[in-house]
T-cell receptor, first 117, second 113 residues
Framework: AQKVTQAQTEISVVEKEDVTLDCVYE???????LFWYKQPPSGELVFLIR??????QNEISGRYSWNFQKSTSSFNFTITASQVVDSAVYFC??????????????FGKGTKLTVNP | GAGVSQTPSNKVTEKGKYVELRCDPI?????LYWYRQSLGQGPEFLIY????????DSGLPNDRFFAVRPEGSVSTLKIQRTERGDSAVYLC???????????FGPGTRLLVL
């Protein structure tokens, strides 16, 4: 069975601090996708990134970066120089990638990030 | 272009009533998904459509829940004999095809009194 664990329920930082959101996953699949979504107070889930299990290269997009480590089954998300607009709940998710596999996303419980001015 | 839209945005009903929740996917997206999100939790999968057919309905909690997508575009999630435990935000997502990224709508907040 697939499982995603986000151990940090809530994190509070001051603007301009760097913050890392942890994500640990479990799966028996050899191929899978990992995702991060952002859910601001408005409630709509916003897609941030998708990573294929074959691609362990870390990725940077502006102030956002992601560290994928297959050896520790982790896919952590770092926000550099956080801003108040980064305040949201962030979800890590996992899905199968094999042909004919389930398309469903399995989500963690989310980490609520509050960035204070 | 337009994203996924869901109507109504809020629905209040009484225990035992029937409700329908509608999802309009992104134009051209063949795959459509329903999830349910309870307070303080991550979304939980309900059902996935590829075209008109339900390819995976393993997440539907019981036979009071049913979903259709008759023309391969708009989908309706139907809940019969609603219970207070059905109160949640119901999220719809669509993707260009199987294996592609899912994009979510704003959700329908259902409250069963």
């Amino acid at each position: 069975a697939q499982k995603v664990t986000q151990a940090q329920t809530e994190i509070s930082v001051v603007e301009k601090e760097d913050v890392t959101l942890d994500c640990v996953y479990e799966t028996r699949d050899t191929t899978y996708y990992l995702f991060w979504y952002k859910q601001p107070p408005s409630g709509e889930l916003v897609f941030l990134i998708r990573r294929n299990s074959f691609d362990e290269q870390n990725e940077i997009s502006g102030r956002y970066s992601w560290n994928f480590q297959k050896s520790t089954s982790s896919f952590n998300f770092t926000i550099t120089a956080s801003q108040v607009v980064d305040s949201a709940v962030y979800f890590c998710a996992l899905s199968e990638a094999a042909q004919g596999g389930s398309e469903k996303l399995v989500f963690g419980k989310g980490t609520k990030l509050t960035v204070n001015p | 272009g337009a994203g996924v839209s869901q109507t109504p945005s809020n629905k209040v009903t009484e225990k035992g009533k029937y409700v329908e929740l509608r999802c309009d996917p992104i134009s051209g997206h063949t795959a459509l998904y329903w999830y349910r999100q309870s307070l303080g939790q991550g979304p939980e999968f309900l059902i996935y459509f590829q075209g008109t057919g339900a390819a995976d309905d393993s997440g539907l909690p019981n036979d009071r829940f049913f979903a259709v997508r008759p023309e391969g575009s708009v989908s309706t999630l139907k809940i019969q004999r609603t219970e207070r435990g059905d109160s949640a935000v119901y999220l719809c997502a669509s993707s260009a095809n199987r294996g592609k990224t899912q994009y979510f709508g704003p959700g329908t907040r259902l409250l069963v009194l």
